[in-house]
């Protein structure tokens, strides 16, 4: 399992993490950390998120840090 604290500031941040997140298998969420959780492959959900006060990254599975080093925090 990955988690990943992240920060994304705007919708052009939402869009880069939603595009690389695409490129992955295994499902990617984003959460907030108090069971609010939404698919980190999907536009919608990414911008979503830039309403939680902490937003975290998360996988089943092992993630690349260097994939999302952009956004972890």
Known sequence: MSKYKIQMVTARDAARL???AE??????YLTDGQGMRVNAKSLMGAIYTLEFEEIWLESPEALP???FKEFII
């Open 18 to 20: 939603a595009n690389i």
């Open 23 to 28: 490129s992955f298998k295994q499902p990617i």
């Open 65 to 67: 840090f260097n994939d």
